[in-house]
């Protein structure tokens, strides 16, 4: 059987779901499965190189660009207008040319372009609608769905309100020879942030608990430099290093020479507080660093006391008493966290999905 993985996602991107879909395509072929990705015709910075090459991937992907209108980069037209423009587009040019794909299992990251597709699909879900109009959608489109995959418990539990199909649970992964083993070469106390600089990862709350740490170095890696976001961190986290996007390889390398990880989530946003599954999260784990994450239901649906030192979500004060105390602890939750990292692997989650997709 052959699996055709729809995406309307730039692609490479410095964005974490790029990585999530780079590395799930390498692990079902890997599996023995073809593999088909089918991707908008985006437009892209100039410093991102290729998918094998950003990601760091042994496997090549065979990949279809299919037309859409990608005004998304261009800061003169509304970007929300851009956005359902670009969507728009997308779903049409894939759904006049979707009669090609019969012979192919559809797994997808967006449901629009499958508008009464009467063949065999799956959807995968990674946040759940707001608005009453968003979940009545997603009830009226997901009735063709041959199955339903969703990265959290929460989140199956909010989608079985509005699916009555089959759902499987399957939390995102990690590459854990990438991400383990690894030797500090800097003396100085550092604590590391990875990922996108948005507030609902509470970054911004990191970045004011990092202002009067002493002898402690805080760096932010990742998210576009031209991003008001990241703009919006670099003023706030003045004492610290915020660095933009790496090569996903070059990642571990920030990582090894950390001394505490932080995954500051933020309450204030149920996508963040309980439906996400982060791939900084197990990452994390898979390299057997200290962590320190909030205490927010998603995180601690992973975490365990044995695993990580927790901070009251958004709570600046509490966060910086946090780092300290993690810092100066001799405990070594890390190697209990690495242990149960191994479980959630790339490799593992897809034998566990092309079993539900019955492949």
Not at 95 to 120: A, E, Q
Request: aromatic share 12%; charged share 25%; net charge positive.
């Amino acid at each position: 059987m052959k699996i055709l993985y729809l995406s309307n996602n730039r692609f490479p991107t410095e964005k974490a779901h790029g990585l999530q879909i780079a590395k799930m395509c390498e692990a079902f072929i890997d599996q023995g499965t073809e593999v088909l990705l089918i991707l908008p015709n985006r437009l892209q910075p100039s410093e991102i190189s290729t998918a094998k090459e950003f990601y760091g991937l042994k496997k090549d992907i065979k990949v279809k660009q299919i037309w859409n209108i990608d005004l998304l980069l261009n800061n003169v037209v509304p970007r929300t207008f851009a956005y359902f423009l670009q969507s728009f587009t997308f779903a049409i040019s894939f759904i006049i040319r979707r009669w090609k794909y019969k012979k192919y299992v559809i797994y997808s990251r967006t449901f629009l372009p499958l508008i009464g597709y009467r063949g065999k699909w799956f959807f995968e879900a990674h946040t759940f609608p707001k608005t009453f109009i968003g979940q009545l959608m997603q009830r009226i489109f997901l009735r063709n769905a041959s199955g339903l995959v969703c990265i959290s418990q929460a989140l199956a539990k909010k989608f079985g309100q509005i699916y009555s199909g089959e759902i499987l649970i399957a939390h995102d992964g990690v590459d854990i020879d990438l991400f383990s083993n690894f030797k500090k070469t800097s003396g100085h106390k550092n604590v590391l942030y990875t990922g996108s600089p948005y507030k609902e990862k509470g970054v911004l709350t990191l970045a004011k608990a990092c202002e009067d740490l002493k002898d402690v170095n805080c760096i932010f890696l990742g998210g576009n430099k031209n991003e008001p976001e990241f703009k919006q961190l670099q003023k706030i986290a003045k004492n610290s290093m915020v660095i933009p996007y790496v090569k996903h390889s070059d990642v571990p390398k920030y990582i090894a020479n950390a001394d505490l990880l932080v995954i500051p989530n933020s309450a204030k946003d149920k996508a963040f507080s309980e439906d996400t599954s982060p791939l900084k999260l197990f990452e994390y784990m898979a390299s057997g660093k200290k962590i320190l994450a909030s205490d927010v239901p998603a995180l601690k649906a992973i975490l365990t006391e044995k695993m990580a030192w927790f901070f009251k979500a958004d709570d600046v004060k509490d966060l910086r008493k946090k780092i300290i105390e993690a810092l100066n602890s001799k405990e070594e939750k890390g190697k209990f966290a690495a242990q149960v990292a191994k479980k959630y692997s790339w490799t593992e989650r897809a034998i566990e999905i092309l079993a539900f997709l019955d492949i």
